[in-house]
């Protein structure tokens, strides 16, 4: 089955700690996307790449880091620098611009 | 104007109601819409494209208003398993990003 795999579904974090997001396509999607939704709130883009090698900033990068080594992988870091983490975070993917956006299940990060 | 607006609900309707909910959008350019349907704590998931005046899938009608700029989704014959918030998403910028609502909650009740 196609589809977007996101892992874990539960994340953790400790007071300085980097932590790492994964995030897998396998429906050759080019354009992958970040974003972060807080409790009541909309979605909110954090990063966006629309080819391998290739990412762009979305609206709150600020303390996120993201690559795009692979078609199929774009894996998000939380930076310590990012001081309010907790929140759902999905990853999207599509088959270009302006196409709809297929969504794995998304984390869940909390601070320890 | 807010580059993609809806009105938050909850909207509360009986089982079986019709119910229509509508979303505003500021980017006269814009040439496709979404609607894309949330349950608690769960992705979005895509309800239904809309790239010209309209689309309809079942009990579920999409149009849209070009010189007003703003969709609707309509929904007949609710069901119980219909309640969910249901996102309007608009490309933006460039298009090469979407931007999502806040979403419009919906519950139907027995």
């Known amino acids: 089955d196609g589809g977007i795999t996101q892992s874990p579904k539960y994340l953790f974090r400790k007071e300085g700690q980097n932590v790492t997001l994964s995030c897998e396509q396998n429906?050759?999607?080019?354009?992958m996307y970040w974003y972060r939704q807080d409790p009541g709130q909309g979605l909110r883009l954090i990063y966006y790449?629309?080819?391998?090698?290739?990412?762009q900033k979305g609206d709150i990068a600020e303390g996120y880091s993201v690559s795009r080594e692979k078609k199929e992988s774009f894996p998000l870091t939380v930076t310590s620098a990012q001081k309010n983490p907790t929140a759902f975070y999905l990853c999207?993917?599509?088959?270009?611009?302006?196409?709809?956006?297929?969504f794995g299940d998304g984390t869940r990060l909390s601070i320890l | 104007r807010k580059e993609v607006e809806q009105d938050p609900g909850p909207f509360n309707v009986p089982e079986g109601a019709t119910v229509a909910f509508n979303c505003t959008y500021s980017?006269?350019?814009?040439?496709?819409f979404f609607w894309y349907r949330q349950d608690c704590r769960k992705e979005p998931k895509l309800l239904m494209s809309?790239?010209?005046s309209g689309n309809e899938d079942g009990r579920f009608t999409a149009q849209l208003n070009r010189a007003s700029q703003y969709i609707s989704l309509l929904i007949r014959d609710s069901k119980l398993s219909d309640s969910a918030t249901y996102l309007c998403?608009?490309?933006?910028?460039?298009?090469?990003?979407?931007?999502f609502g806040t979403g419009t909650r919906l519950q139907v009740m027995l």
């Open positions: 999207a993917s599509s088959i270009g611009q302006a196409k709809p956006q297929h």
């Open positions: 429906l050759n999607h080019d354009a």
């Open positions: 790449s629309q080819i391998v090698n290739d990412f």
């Open positions: 980017n006269s350019a814009s040439q496709s």
């Open positions: 809309v790239y010209s």
């Open positions: 998403v608009v490309p933006t910028g460039t298009a090469s990003k979407l931007t």
